[in-house]
C-alpha cells in the first residue's frame, strides 16, 4: 500500500487499483470498516505505520483490557436444569416456526456436487478394467 499524505491527518491509501482516503482525526475512512469495529482498517494501519504513531490510541477503548476485565466484574448465575424452568403458560404455548427459505431461480440441481477430492474413475470399454480407456490403455486384448 502506498500512502500519500495531504495535510496533517488526511492520507490518500492506494492500495493495488483502489484509492481510500484516511483521515485519522475523525477516524472516518472511506472504506467504512472503522465505522463497523471500532478498530482502524489495514488502510489506517498503513498511515499510522508509516508515521509511527501508536496505533492503540485508534482503537476503541472497548478492546482495552480493562475493559474486558469489567466486563466480567459481575458474577454470572449459571443456569438450573431445564426441567426446573417455570416457563408461562403464553410463552410455551407460542410455536416458533424456522424462517422461509427462498427458491433459488433456475433449474433445481439434480446431480450431487462432487468435490475436489474425488477422482474420476474411468472405465476401459475393451477390457472393463478401471483406471484407464480404451485410448490411453496398453495391451489391450483385440476384439474378435
Known amino acids: 500500500m502506498t500512502v ?5 491527518f488526511l492520507h490518500l491509501v ?10 485519522l482525526h475523525e ?3 472511506t472504506c467504512g ?3 463497523l ?3 482502524p482498517c489495514p488502510h489506517a494501519m498503513a ?7 501508536d496505533s492503540y490510541k485508534y482503537c476503541s477503548d472497548y478492546y482495552n483490557i480493562d475493559y474486558l476485565l469489567k466486563t466480567y466484574e459481575i458474577p454470572v448465575n449459571p443456569l438450573p436444569d431445564e426441567t426446573t424452568w417455570q416457563i408461562p403458560e403464553d410463552v410455551s404455548s407460542q410455536v416458533v416456526l424456522p424462517p422461509k427459505g427462498k427458491i433459488k431461480p433456475g433449474r433445481p440441481k439434480k446431480k450431487r456436487g462432487i468435490g475436489g477430492w474425488e477422482g474420476n474413475t474411468v472405465t476401459c470399454a475393451l477390457c472393463r478394467r478401471k483406471g484407464h ?3 490411453t490403455g496398453r495391451n489391450i486384448p483385440k476384439r474378435d
Open 33 to 35: 470498516r472503522f465505522q
Open 133 to 135: 480407456n480404451w485410448r
Open 37 to 39: 469495529d471500532d478498530i
Open 4 to 8: 500519500l499524505p495531504s495535510i496533517e
Open 27 to 29: 477516524r472516518n475512512y
Open 14 to 23: 492506494i492500495d493495488g487499483q483502489t484509492r481510500n482516503v484516511v483521515h
Open 47 to 53: 498511515v499510522i505505520q508509516k508515521f509511527h504513531m
